[in-house]
């Protein structure tokens, strides 16, 4: 029942955002107006050669108005983002839901595990679906979003994903792509699973093992310093994978939709470092130890 | 020339080219001219073609006139010679040349002088035709009508020519299944569109003339030529001359050649065919134009590869057709020639003696009803086959294809998230078909000086090789990679080499090995390995080799696995041992291709065939919707039901299974004595005796021109003998179609008829007693 009643509230939602669409686009043709005016007023003025007090008030007056236009415009898109973020967390709540009931959640036969070009495709789109942080005029980027780390006493929610560094058989360490399942209060310890369904294993591991993926992408052309810079170490998921390596960042991205180019380390090339490949800003976190291994 | 046709010849000598009029045409004004003739001036003219018969010593073969026409009294030949008259040649009267003609019907006079009208013409062609090998064809075909008027018979062509059909599949099946096979996976329109430029072509080669066997020598080898000499006399005989001298039977060119002439004429067809269309461009109507220009050099280019390819199945005899769309083509109201007719092929044969053009639409109907059947019989095997295939009405196919390929009747607009249950290789199938990414055979040359990119590519490869397969040595890669016998199939992105498959193939040996195959490993897991063999393999049905052989480490043999390789190695040690390099602690591993499985689009083709039966599937749900109480015999400890016994599965058309009903005798002597003892009963029946041996065609002249596959008890004991029944269901089949024959060619209620029906019960009855088939 709890999935059916997801499904209703989700087309609300969706009802909801499509008429903040709607508004803001009406708001959008009353500033239009507005601007249009203040446009005029300046050309006059140029025209006119001086600055009068009635110009001077006039565009104060009009300028107050844009303004309080554009913070309208504004508020509306956040709401909409805003409805944007609860519809997913919903899913990702169904989701969840699903998993542990055993349910999947698509109408085709259940398979034993996701073909593994299917799993990157997610990754990819996961990656890509990253909100980007808009912060209000003077806003500083919260934790999370780009390379700003979490909270010292930050806890990772339930379905989380994170890189997290397990023993694999052979006694290495290797930082994977995991997902958070619970987190034990008492002990301190996260309970994870591997992304890789054919891994399909089930580690406990202490907070220090444990590195939250970003939950905003930081936005290159109003919050640079949110980004990491180049030449900075960083674990980054080796594309097509679903493991963090240590990579040095060769360029930051431009624009909100880039990627960072990484240079992998990588003992197979004479430089030992890979050529530069994309990573998704999702998949890029700080690297703690700066020793090598 | 002492021949009395000369004389005679000296009337079409008079009309020399009639502008407008085809060959064809002028001919058969010609005869309805002649036969409108008074009966004593058909006399005068039959007569020069009929020997004396005033005694058993005069070797006279034809009445001379005493008087030769000359021009000016041309005007006067209405005036039929008296039948006093004498012969120039023996002395005796024109009356004692055409004695034999006195109580012939009109209709036999008629048909005699339609022959003396293509005599005179065959024989201005003897006499205009510069080709020796041509010339002696239209020599002896004049021979032989001369001959058929004296005896007032009717023309066979003998010799070692063998008679039509000369080979099978012919040329029209070839080409029909080579659609078939190639564009059936199309949407309609397109497939509709590939089967015009078919018909077209088929057409085209009906009314194309043939480069003689001299211009043949000249750019072929030796044995070809001899063969194609052979060829090129039938065609003469059968098919060219025929067109405008129906004194002949006529054969269309498609129907009685296959695979073989095809191979000889294509190539230089085709460079004609396409000269002639681009020279003719403007000529086309605009709507055939962009069919013909854009479309046609592809398909022909395709057709060619289906020619000349070793292992072609479009040549082979049981060539069976994807069903659902396969079929639907046959049924296709054929084209009307207007495609092709008018200005541009017309053309092709002027310039010729004897063919006409020929190509309005009277003329290029088949001349007889007989050869009609062919094509008919054939939708009607289609039309069986489909049944066969589970009873779904075509109608109901094109209405699933309809939903499934319309987006706006699927469920919502398509996603870019591939379903969990996206075939391996669809992202990679989409990318090549955008662009993305290319995929190239290259290889290095020692002959001829590799170009540029070729050898960057080449570095590319061994850098993708040597990072992936870190185990082995830089060197020997290098070495294999841009050894002139190994080739790669590269897969290029964004100008780059991502990956390939290094291979060397054993042509003599008839397997390839599989030398090294990698994907760099950032753009792994895309299906970019799944599409690289898979277009490996279609590269290889190409080329005629149908096995890859390849040693796997512990690493690759999943990949292997998933393009269907297997450790069962099929072909014999001796023929890759020593070929191949074997590599300590690796498994062997091999592949056989099936050359009608297009490997690229399979996976796509299957998911439609999926979404199709699911479809299906969703119908049958609507009609029939009942639920039953579930079963309870289980927990009443019973372990097993016979399926059939479960409530409902037999309305939703359920039916036990071909495998599990059959349960095909293991033991081949069981069955073959089964079937003897069977045979035998048969023909002890006194019903069986139309059916015992191969019909006469002393007794049904036309038999074989209207069954298709002939059968009777006699070959039936031969087929057995020779262990061809190796299922019940040939002979069966075997058994069925003497009854279909039977009330194929009798009319229902002959004697012939009631037999056949007598017979089948009884068969059946038989087969049932013996368990051979149920109820």
Known sequence: MALVSADTKIAELLNELHQLIKQTQEERSRSEHNLLNIQKTHERMQTENKTSPYYRTKLRGLYTTAKADAEAECSILRRALDKIAEIKSLLEERRIAARMAGVYSDTDPPRKTMRRGVLMTLLQQSAMTLPLWIGKPGESPPPLCGAI??????????????????????????????????????????????????GKERHTLSRRRIIPLPQWKANPETDPEALFSKDQLVLALYPQTTCFYRALIHTPPHRPQDDYSVLFEDTSYADGYSPPLNVAQRYVVACKENKKK | MADPAAQTSAQPRLHPARPGLSQQQWSSQKKAQVRAFPRAKKLEKLGVFSSCKANDSCKCNGWKNPNPPTAARMELQQHAASLTEVCRSCGHSLAEHVSHLENVSEEEINRLLGMVVDVENLFMSVHKEEDTDTKQVYFYLFKLLRKCILQMGKPVVEGSLGSPPFEKPNIEQGVLNFVQYKFSHLASKERQTMYELSKMFLLCLNYWKLETPSQFRQRAQKEDAAAYKVDYTRWLCYCHVPQSNDSLPRYETCQVFGRSLLKSIFTITRRQLLEKFRVEKDKLPPEKRTLILTHFPKFLSMLEEEIYGENSPIWEADFTMPASEGTQLGHQTVLSPVAVSGSPLSKCTSGSALAGSGLDSTSSEPITGEKRKLPEALTLEDAKRIRVMGDIPMELVNEVMKTITDPAAMLGPETSLLSANAARDETARLEERRGIIEFHVIGNSLSQKSNKKILMWLVGLQNV???????????????????????????????????????????????????????????????????????????????????????????????????????????????????????????????????????????????????????????????????????????????????????????????????EKSKELKDPDLLYNMLKNLLAQIKTHPDAWPFMEPVKKSEAPDYYEVIRFPIDLKTMTERLKNRYYVTKKLFIADLQRVITNCREYNPPDSEYCKCANTLEKFFYFKLKEAGLIEK
């Open chain 1, 149 to 198: 780390p979490a909270n010292s006493d930050y806890v990772a929610k339930q379905g989380d994903k994170v890189a997290a560094r397990v023993k694999a058989v052979d006694g290495d360490e290797q930082w994977i792509l995991a997902e958070v399942v619970s987190y034990n209060h008492s002990t301190n310890k996260y309970e994870v699973d591997d992304i890789d369904e054919e």
């Open chain 2, 465 to 659: 090789f040597s990072h992936q397969l870190p185990r082995m040595p830089k060197e020997y890669i290098t070495r294999l990679v841009f050894d002139p016998k190994h080739k790669t199939l590269a897969l290029i992105k964004d100008g780059r080499v991502i990956g390939g498959v290094c291979f060397r193939m054993f042509p003599t040996q008839g397997f390839t090995e599989i030398v090294f195959c990698a994907v760099t490993s950032n753009e792994q897991v895309k299906g970019y390995g799944t599409h690289l063999m898979n277009h490996l393999k279609e590269y290889h049905i190409k080329h005629g080799i149908l096995f890859f052989l390849t040693y796997a480490d512990e690493y690759a043999i999943g990949y292997f696995k998933k393009q269907g390789f297997s450790k069962d190695i099929k072909v014999p040690k001796t023929r890759y041992l020593g070929y191949i390099k074997d590599y300590e602690g690796a498994t062997l591993m091999e592949c056989e291709l099936n050359p009608r499985i297009p490997y690229t689009e399979l996976s796509h083709i299957i998911k439609r065939q999926k979404e199709i039966i699911k479809k299906l599937i969703e119908r049958k749900q609507n009609q029939i919707r009942k639920v039953y109480p579930g079963l309870t015999c289980f927990k009443e400890g019973v372990r097993q039901i016979p399926v059939e016994s479960i409530p409902g599965i037999r309305e939703t058309g359920w039916k036990p299974s071909a495998k």
